[in-house]
């Protein structure tokens, strides 16, 4: 793992990008919308392919009732260290950066075009799936993460809704977007950010007790989606969405293999998950040994279709899920007109790039 220097932080903060012709880009369908951002599919004219574009206005006007004045420089600032994340990185599983524009007060960002679908909604889609294909999703999603952690960043976003497919082929391979959260490796990171879910117990606990967190971060969230892929339904869990109760069990560690949901589960997948949710962060399963790991490695394929098990507690937990995030999206918004850096990022980021699929 590379720890960036001072002058490899600074670079990677640097807010000047060379300015491109705007009109190298048609805009097509809207795709999706986040507050004061529009992700449209759009067709690269100049290289003859589509991409999305991320359009977000940073206008004073589009953050008029929310203080304070400069929020559009905040906006800017966190643009742009996303986007100079992704243009140094380059791995077949992550989401490429093209391209940025600015153009008076709205920047443009061109990234590669996933148009296969979100990991559950594709689940969902194919009507069927198996141990062996849920391990193949997580083996890319290792690789590409052990790169980013090599290379000297931290993803801390790793969730279903970051986790697309290419296209519509049962081969497809993934992608992982988003990198909003995303920053620098440090000896001592504090932000309390991402998806509570999806989020270790050091994470949690990083502004009270000072201690800070490591890339470990990512392989806990890489066990949250594990565990959900094999039974349908979170490890932590509160039925009134309680982020507090959540956050409690998150710190336990207390999570369960119920019975009957987990009972056709391979041993080898239950000991992948645990390995990846062990609240001690220098305990926990890493990501070179997880790739090594006899489930990932699958030499005796779990073929038996898990489906039909899961496909009802899998499309609860999407509803609700997305239910939540209509609300969080919104407190988002509010967060980054009012606090600081530290504070926007408790709540799902409206300043990430993402690739937004139809």
Known sequence: MNRKTPQQREDSRKTSFE????????LLNRLGDGGFCEVFKAKDLENNQYVAIKRVDRSKRAFAKYPPKDVEKKVKKLIYREANIMRALNHPNLIKFYDMVEDGEEIFIAMQLAEGGELFDRII???????????????QVITAIIYMHDKGYVHRDIKPE?????N???DSKIYITDFGLSREIEEKMLTNCGTVDY?????LKSKLTKCGYGPEVDNWSIGVVSYILLCGYPPFY????DDGEIKKQI??????????????ISKHAKSFVAGLLTVNPAERLSLKNALEHPWIKQESPITADIYPLIEARLKDTIAKQRWRCLGLAAEAVHLLAVHSHSLIERRPSLMAIPVVTG
């Open 125 to 139: 889609k194919r009507g069927k799936f198996t141990e062996k294909d849920a391990a193949g999703v997580i083996a």
């Open 238 to 241: 509160s039925s009134s969405q």
């Open 162 to 166: 970051n986790i697309l497919f290419d």
């Open 251 to 264: 710190m336990a560690g207390t999570y369960h293999f119920h019975h009957p949901h987990w009972d056709n």
């Open 168 to 170: 519509n082929n049962d």
């Open 199 to 203: 989020s270790a117990p050091e994470l």
């Open 19 to 26: 300015p491109l012709k705007s009109e190298k880009y048609y």
